[in-house]
């Protein structure tokens, strides 16, 4: 019997390789100009033998996140001695931002070599890092199938389904019977991946229903196909929303879905590994937009490209506190007659911040899985309020108490309980206004809303304080 | 030819049934009292049987969406007049919190009613959400297989493959052929969800290797199974973590694996719908730490709930306000001198916080997808100090003009542009810093770091800027 490789999942061990990679690659950096290198391309230095030996039995999964770990020099070194004949893979793992800095570094020749076994739908997911006279070479090697194919693929924007359906297809007819769909299945010399149905077409390649494969084994070889075929199926358009789509597929535990057009005619299907991924990017871009980045970021980019990602969200988070201190400069002849104002403000636009952004992060979540509509949003004002006035009564108690001890002025300690709650009530309402409103507008929800949601808690806070000190401590 | 169900998958729909099932619960609330019922439970009140014909045909996935956006009494109108026969399948998709609120209107009967159709697996699921006795019920009505594999569920943790996996184990012999296994297959009634492999194992159960359904049909009906399974596989066993097993799912586009003991023992297997929904959750759970909540809240929770769900950060984030405003104290005497001080210094603080959030958020990304180890973080040192400097010089330029402009004094823009840069850098070392030494300590790096990066660049930023001001513009 032959011996079974079994691999239990193991990050550490992949770390662990990730740090003596980049250890030999920083060693060989300095000397890699001097090495010399046999017909096959290789190298008998001892450190390059080694790093070669740590690359070679890498999935392209992992290839890819040892890529994504190393700082630009070392990637590319290692980039350079990766196994080329899994380049087009490892160039589909890496998130964007690195896979720009990898295929800067490659010819057209290694280009058109990394593209040689990738499948149509993956050859479009590549073509837009490519130059342009790359592209169209690679089209040319293709037959007309194929570049229809493709040019398909590209018509679609990123987040349509079109543009990451893909067209490994296996068709079958209504009338046959499971033997002869058997038979039809052992002609080919392997399936699709995750191929988990057949997708049952009439001679004009229009959907008629799905055949899973698990009802398949299990029915009668004399049986047909249209008396054991699925009758409720899932379809997709091209135009969708791939957000959209991901959801269905984790609703309805899709693994494969077909794809039609507008009569219904078979052009591709969605797999659940790209629906993952969308998953994966959605939930991550909630993080980042939230934060102000504009895009995933490649770790180890140059500064100049990471200010450039980032400077947008920082010049509006400026604006937003340039304004809160014009607020604050209204009331400098309060501040000038109780200093201890400037010291307390802070905590009543802390805590509205902190607040709102608690309430906004549980709003985005919400609508991200379409658990919020506008009337939902409705009932949502009331509880948040409500929260709202219990946390105002709650801490501005407390903090109240603590403000008249520091500073033995009852006054004080009143303005600082009635600002906080007020605050707090701002907060909810705004922090329900925003994500709803972007929404509404067809935004996205969480773009910006942080930013947002502290520019209202910090100016409003600033000005809610100031003024009722100023109309209750000053006569 | 039957007719086939094509289904779009359509949120809109969707979100349109739940404003109409909302409405009906609504008017139905007042009369449900007065209600006649006929044995079926049924009542022939119009708005009663609209909304059943509303409710009957969803899929559970969609039911639970329903559920999750009505308030709660309609919540708990609506659950009464659900199908039972799918009330497991629907708690098995509500959310936690949800979850809860749905299961305590439950009576024992109806309790052991839903559980009678899950497996074992998703009786584990539920089990914590149960009161005791009914646990104990639900056990003695199960075979002596069943009561072990839920007992074994419920002894591992929540981030444990133990707690997910299933026990819908298909397994056959290495010594077969395909047409044994073929002719196996078919004495199934049905086969499990997403089987996409078959287990091979010797008569001990222990794991020889897998047969792809992919392999087995495209395969001489003559082969032997030793000849054709695949001898990569990727196991994993009980008390690995969920995460680390979910990306290993990504990686390598898994769709069902196998669960062994620590002598190779099949005792379960994962699937990818349980792995879509860790990835779900840990993307929503990095959010909703960051931000200060402490687990994914129930929309229309009662307010004391959403109170307490929020508490610990709210505090915390006082705290460390109170320490920023002792900050400020300590400079009442400059405030009181130079007022336009207290106009500036948020500003300061708020661009500290704002770029220290871009980092942390990027470096807890990283963490999470194991881009970035303890060696990879000195590099990050270098780079966002940069990123900060580069930052610093243009927005510390740009604010320190404004500043000159808006108070007519050349100091206080210096110490303001300076102040900016010194709190930017402050912002990219602690921004790098608290991720990472949190995720050394073995805890979530999303925890509260969003609050802890405020806590210092509010403090450190007061301090700057009025430490700086109080040393070079009141001499």
């Given at each position: 019997m032959?011996?079974?490789?079994?691999?239990t999942?193991s990050?550490?061990?992949?770390?662990?390789?990730?740090e003596r990679?980049r250890?030999?690659?920083?060693?060989?950096?300095p000397v890699y100009?001097q090495?010399?290198?046999d017909?096959?391309?290789?190298?008998?230095?001892?450190?390059y033998?080694?790093?070669?030996?740590?690359l070679h039995?890498?999935?392209?999964?992992?290839?890819?996140?040892?890529?994504?770990s190393?700082?630009l020099?070392?990637?590319?070194?290692?980039?350079?001695l990766?196994?080329p004949?899994?380049?087009?893979e490892?160039?589909?793992?890496v998130?964007?931002?690195?896979?720009?800095?990898?295929?800067?570094?490659m010819g057209?020749?290694e280009l058109?070599?990394?593209?040689?076994?990738?499948s149509?739908?993956?050859v479009?997911?590549?073509?837009?890092?490519m130059?342009?006279?790359?592209?169209?070479?690679?089209?040319?090697?293709?037959?007309?199938?194929?570049?229809?194919?493709?040019?398909?693929a590209?018509?679609y924007e990123?987040?349509?389904v079109g543009?990451i359906?893909?067209f490994e297809?296996?068709?079958i007819r209504?009338?046959v019977?499971?033997?002869v769909?058997?038979?039809?299945?052992r002609?080919?010399?392997?399936?699709?991946?995750?191929?988990?149905?057949?997708?049952?077409?009439?001679?004009?390649?229009v959907l008629?229903?799905?055949?899973?494969?698990r009802?398949?084994l299990?029915s009668?070889?004399?049986?047909?196909v249209?008396e054991?075929?699925?009758?409720d199926?899932?379809i997709?358009h091209?135009?969708?929303?791939?957000?959209?789509?991901a959801?269905?597929?984790?609703?309805?535990?899709?693994?494969?879905a077909?794809?039609?057009?507008d009569?219904?005619?078979?052009?591709?299907r969605?797999?659940?590994d790209?629906m993952v991924?969308?998953i994966r990017e959605?939930?991550?871009a909630?993080?980042?937009n939230?934060?102000g980045l504009?895009?995933e970021?490649d770790?180890f980019?140059?500064?100049?490209?990471?200010v450039?990602?980032?400077?947008?969200?920082?010049?509006?988070?400026?604006?937003?506190a340039l304004?809160?201190?014009?607020v604050?400069?209204?009331?400098?002849?309060?501040?000038?007659?109780?200093?201890?104002?400037?010291a307390?403000?802070?905590?009543?636009?802390?805590?509205?911040?902190?607040?709102?952004?608690?309430?906004?992060?549980?709003i985005?979540?919400?609508?991200?899985t379409g658990?919020?509509d506008?009337?939902?949003a409705?009932?949502?004002?009331k509880?948040?309020?409500?929260?709202?006035?219990a946390n105002?009564?709650?801490w501005?108690s407390?903090?109240?108490?603590?403000?008249?001890?520091?500073?033995?002025?009852?006054?004080i300690?009143?303005?600082?309980?009635?600002?906080?709650?007020?605050?707090?009530?701002?907060?909810?309402?705004v922090?329900v206004?925003i994500?709803v409103t972007?929404?509404k507008?067809?935004?996205d929800?969480?773009?910006g809303?942080?930013v947002?949601?502290t520019a209202?808690t910090?100016?409003g806070?600033?000005?809610?304080?100031?003024?009722?000190?100023?109309i209750?401590l000053?006569?």
């Amino acid at each position: 019997m032959t011996e079974t490789n079994f691999e239990t999942y193991s990050p550490e061990r992949l770390s662990d390789d990730i740090e003596r990679i980049r250890e030999l690659a920083e060693s060989l950096l300095p000397v890699y100009g001097q090495l010399t290198f046999d017909e096959q391309g290789n190298s008998d230095h001892p450190l390059y033998q080694e790093l070669r030996s740590l690359l070679h039995p890498l999935h392209p999964a992992d290839m890819a996140t040892v890529l994504e770990s190393l700082p630009l020099d070392e990637r590319i070194l290692v980039w350079k001695l990766a196994a080329p004949e899994d380049d087009g893979e490892v160039l589909l793992e890496v998130s964007d931002s690195v896979r720009e800095t990898l295929m800067e570094t490659m010819g057209k020749e290694e280009l058109l070599a990394a593209m040689e076994d990738l499948s149509a739908d993956e050859v479009a997911d590549l073509a837009a890092d490519m130059p342009h006279h790359v592209v169209t070479e690679v089209l040319q090697n293709r037959d007309e199938e194929e570049r229809e194919q493709i040019q398909t693929a590209l018509s679609y924007e990123e987040n349509q389904v079109g543009s990451i359906m893909d067209f490994e297809l296996v068709s079958i007819r209504a009338d046959v019977s499971c033997e002869v769909v058997l038979r039809y299945l052992r002609r080919f010399e392997q399936l699709p991946d995750h191929t988990d149905k057949v997708f049952v077409v009439d001679e004009d390649d229009v959907l008629q229903g799905v055949l899973p494969i698990r009802k398949l084994l299990v029915s009668d070889p004399d049986a047909l196909v249209s008396e054991i075929m699925a009758k409720d199926v899932v379809i997709f358009h091209p135009q969708d929303n791939t957000e959209e789509s991901a959801q269905a597929f984790e609703k309805y535990d899709l693994i494969t879905a077909p794809v039609v057009d507008d009569t219904r005619h078979l052009i591709g299907r969605l797999t659940i590994d790209a629906m993952v991924d969308v998953i994966r990017e959605e939930g991550e871009a909630d993080m980042l937009n939230m934060a102000g980045l504009q895009e995933e970021e490649d770790l180890f980019a140059p500064v100049l490209d990471s200010v450039k990602n980032r400077w947008v969200w920082l010049a509006i988070n400026l604006c937003t506190a340039l304004v809160a201190s014009r607020v604050i400069g209204l009331f400098e002849g309060s501040i000038e007659k109780i200093v201890a104002l400037a010291a307390l403000m802070p905590i009543v636009a802390g805590i509205g911040g902190n607040s709102g952004n608690q309430t906004i992060t549980m709003i985005v979540r919400a609508l991200a899985t379409g658990q919020l509509d506008m009337t939902g949003a409705k009932y949502l004002f009331k509880k948040e309020i409500g929260v709202a006035l219990a946390n105002g009564v709650i801490w501005g108690s407390i903090m109240g108490v603590i403000s008249y001890v520091l500073y033995h002025n009852l006054g004080i300690g009143v303005v600082m309980m009635v600002a906080m709650t007020l605050n707090l009530i701002l907060a909810a309402v705004v922090g329900v206004l925003i994500p709803v409103t972007l929404e509404k507008m067809g935004r996205d929800p969480a773009l910006g809303s942080s930013v947002l949601i502290t520019a209202v808690t910090d100016s409003g806070g600033f000005f809610i304080f100031l003024g009722l000190a100023s109309i209750f401590l000053l006569h």
